[in-house]
């Protein structure tokens, strides 16, 4: 793996690692398996993009884009607490639909920002300018988000949405309205999902429709990658360690692609069964690690 | 001790460079997804620049169409450093083409895109005469005038043609805009049938049975993958499907003119080949493919009930069985 390659990674950790908190948030805080990810992404990228087009600062886009974001995570919840659709359906109904209103909004399946101001100029008139300028930002933000969810989770609300996970029925007595508490939970998961959306947009030049595909296989994995090598305890480390399963799923990618045995080389179709392979051994090294300290 | 030893190992192993001899390219190439007609512009780029005697060394990368990994490939090209970047297909280049931006070293590396149907809209050129910068490349535009008039060569009388496409695909878009402005010239009507995925191909080519006269897929990512449901139910249904890239009348539609993806990538390793001799990329035009090649599929055409013109068999540059 190239130095660029590790910067690269850890860029696209950072940057997908927001999109992980909001994954956490529904799937281990809220007990609610969400899969309308897959679409909110692409959603926070297609607003952002339309937004900056027409002007907009691209910061502005990106509160645009997190309000999207929340829209559409309500839809799923209320789908889900109103409807009485089980959780999973909602969430692949608002998915698909997503798919569609995408298009709507790009107007087409694919809005360009290369050649646009995006946030990166920004921080690029600072001075800061090549590789060290994306990961820095995104480090900032990705920390900083990663920082209020944690704050917030632990605020009286926080606390309300985690004990609506942990026991609805306890949550219940206690005279919580659930119904609002899940809106909340899903909606804040989503808005976080469209910021990494729209991040990823204005880094790599271009809001796609079909950008989404896999998000929540990712988030999944990273967030499953976090816990193992951090473990779970509390909500402080599992936020953190959502973060920092992020990066270690991308490097895991960054080490797939470079990978190389002398005059074997892999042929470039074997990348996502490498990744596999990679992050089994990732999440193979605490067992291993028990054993040699016994030893 | 043994954890570092391992670990030594480890890395090692990954950062075995490509062993390259004197005085030959190292191409970096970025592949949006393993697809038989982008499978086809790398042979094509690869086997013109072996025949030309031209020592290039790859590193092919292919996104298997996720967006992340492409954007990763993209800072993993800019780590190796290479001769030129390759970019096959919109996805990809834009990433490569955002990693180059963020890449101060790599400031006078020649960057090819291929198999792209509008560089422009893209953002990846302003201008395709003077593309400036070190970008230029082949472009996959559809010649559709040419399409369509092979199309009412089968039938004349036309009223409505199906359009199979995926409207999350931007070449798509644009290519079913330009047939429906052909279509009010000509005086037929064009009913659209879109999917999101290959798995929705199958329902979607029933949805034009009854409806339409015959149908017609343009170079469609998603549809030409998952081409044989189409050309199963246009079989049962007896409806003629056309294609608008070659490689599909082999797997089974009634005819094509179109591109030879294996040509694209040929014209693409010549425009390499000449940036190698010192020519200057944003100087270089970029290019789209003149001569289509007519191909026809006898089997298809006798189970979809269709009679081949005696003009068109008379020019065709392959015909299959």
Partial sequence: MSWY?????????????????????TFRVLDFPD????????LGAAVSAVAITHGMHPFGALGLAMAAGFLAGMVTALLNTKLKILHLLASILTMIALYSINIRIMAGPNVSLLGVRTVLDWISDLGLTGYWAAPLLFGLLATGVTALVIWFLHTELGL????????????TAQGVNTHNII??????????????????????????VNMGVGTIIAGLASVIVGETLFGRGG?????????????????AIALALGLKWGAFAFTPSDLNLITALLVVGALMTPIVKKRWVRS | MKKLLIGMMLLTLTMTPAIATARSYQISVSQFVEHPALDAVLKGFQDYLAEEGVDAVYNVHNAQANMATAGQIGTQIMGEKPDLILAIATP??????????????????????????????AGLVKDLHRPGGNITGVSDLLPLDKHMGMVLRFYPELKKLGVLYNAGEANSKSTVQGIQAI???????????????????????KSLVGRVDAVFVPTDNTVVSALESAVKVCTQMQLALFCADVDSVKRGAVAAMGFDYYKHGRQTGAMAKRIFNGANPGEMPVESQQE???????????????????????????IYE
């Avoid at chain 1, 939970?185 to 729209?198: H, M, Q, R």
Wanted: proline share 3%; hydrophobic share 50%; aromatic share 4%.
């Fill in chain 2, 92 to 121: 990809t280049a834009q990433a490569v083409a955002q990693a180059l931006k963020k890449a101060p070293h790599m400031k006078t590396t020649p960057f090819l895109f291929t198999a792209i149907t509008d560089p422009v809209e």
């Fill in chain 2, 292 to 318: 289509l090649e007519l191909h026809l599929n006898l089997t298809s055409a006798k189970q979809m009930g269709v009679t081949i013109p005696q003009a068109l068999l008379d020019s065709a540059d392959k």
């Fill in chain 1, 235 to 251: 909500i402080t480390r599992g936020c953190m360690a959502a973060l920092v399963g992020s990066i270690v799923y991308r490097m």
């Fill in chain 1, 35 to 42: 899969l309308t990810v897959d679409g909110s992404l692409p």
């Fill in chain 1, 183 to 208: 809106i909340l939970g899903v909606g804040l998961s989503n808005a976080l999902v469209a910021l990494s959306g729209a991040l990823v947009a204005q880094n790599q030049g271009a809001a796609d």
């Fill in chain 2, 183 to 205: 279509g009010r010239e000509k005086g037929f009507e064009v009913i659209e049938a879109t999917v999101s995925k290959s798995s929705d191909v199958y329902q979607a080519t």
């Fill in chain 1, 5 to 25: 390659a590790a910067l690269g990674a850890l860029e696209q950790g950072l940057l997908y690692g927001i999109m992980v908190v909001g994954v956490y948030l």
């Fill in chain 1, 160 to 171: 309300t949405v985690q004990a609506t996970g942990d026991n609805l029925r306890m949550i």
